[in-house]
């Protein structure tokens, strides 16, 4: 089962430019394991020191706020597209 | 050099002066902060005093050392300094007492020039920081009255802009935003989804939006509201603020102005309570503090208040911190209570505000039942747009009236038909009771 999830541009210089993955994570709490794993810098601007997901970042599943959906529980499809949306969205390329 | 630059929030970094509204090492909002040192200074002839302001054009630019506005800029329109006037019968009616007559305020943003919401202050400051930045064109999420400002700005600066709306948006709104020549971008979605799509593409395009990558300074522009009030009360604070939230930016705003009004001697130091009003088909503010929460847990909106009609409040953990810190509360109303609530501002003080002004009033209303704002407590009330804009909302109130032939006669027996004794004007029910004494 793939997903693919979209790194906005603020953080791509954490993922060496890259803007989108596919990895074929079943849940949010995976998701961030890959994340992780895959872009170690990017860690520390995904979670704060407790380790929960940043307060402003949002995360959004076919275009529905993951929230919505379910939250940590929600159980990604095969096909699922995530996005990862700074709650105000900024910087410019 | 300039004296205010961007700063997170959260972790403190400073960004310098630049089209951004996140730190890129937290993922925190960016604020503007101020040399307010430089601003207090008596020695080099600067000082921001109550006098210089005095002596400026009564528009939102005699605050200017308060704004982040590029060297050079030169304002060019006389946005904001709307009326602030006491609201006696509507006080009367809000608190069931006349004690709270004299104590009561409307903030009248309905007038601000040049599109009838508080949104053209914002835009004003966000559009001074476009041009220095160097964008050609902007662009915005909006729930109307943003739309509104940010194409009439454009089209008096000379800068293209794209908007981006909800498609159910009132009819006005969308043609108060085409007839500046905008290009409009209907999302068949509601406002936390056009604002999703906006993020992503400001990661795309380089535009200045000015509710994204130029939000920082944008937001600067609400704070003239509170400078407005301080300085119309005659340079005091009020007890009590009610101010409409949907983003939850403006009433975190209004607090900055008085702490910043303080902060350079301008006004006396005062605890002022801030409270929110929602209306209750959208209202995750409202929610988080009822529920004693920190945190907003995000909402489908489903309300007539679509200016207020964000789920997904971009500064609701602020808002909630604002009014919490403040020893405030936060109320919200159904969509029957706005209309009532548009229909007795009208009635009673001769304002006609758009449904987020009738949320105001309807949650101020309940606010002074609760007894959470005292009669005797000065309190503004934040009307931040005009009832022309949601005239959609009162479609079937009033009944349309049969015309009559133009003959006195005519009216006469209209008049005897259509109206109780007890309505009767005056005047017409004296020479009535003249004629019978005749007879």
Redesign the interface.
Known sequence: MAITVQIPTALRRHTDGVGSITCTASNLTDLFSVLDQKFPALKPHLRDDQGQIRRFLNVYVNEEDIRFLGGQGYAFQEGDEVLLVPSIAGGVK | MSHYELRCRECGRGWGNQ????C???????EIVYDYEALRSKSNGSALTRERVSQRAPNMWRYAELLPLPQGFQPRLPVGFTPLFSAPHLAERLSGTTAAAANLYIKNDAVCLPTLSFKDRVVAVALANARAFGFDTVSCSSTGNLANAVAAHAAREGLKAWIFIPSDLEPAKILGTNVFGAKVVRIA?NY??VN?L???I???H?WGFV???L?PYYAEGSKTVGFEIAEQLGWRLPDNVVCPMAGGSLITKIKKAFDELIKLGLVEPKEVKFFGAQATGCSPISTAIKTGSS?I??Q?PNTIARSLAIG?P?DG?YAIKTIKGSGGWSEDVSDPEVVDSIRLLAETEGIFTETAGGVTVGCAGKLYRQDRILPEETTVLCVTGNGLKTTDVLAGVYRTERPIAPKLTEFENYLQQTLEVAEVPEVIRAAEETVQIGA
């Not at chain 2, 089209?19 to 996140?22: D, F, N, T």
């Open positions: 089209p951004r509204s996140i890129d090492d937290c993922f925190s909002p960016l979605g936390d989804q999703r906006c993020s992503q400001a990661d795309e380089r509710n994204v990558n939000r945190e847990e995000p489908k997904n971009a953990h």
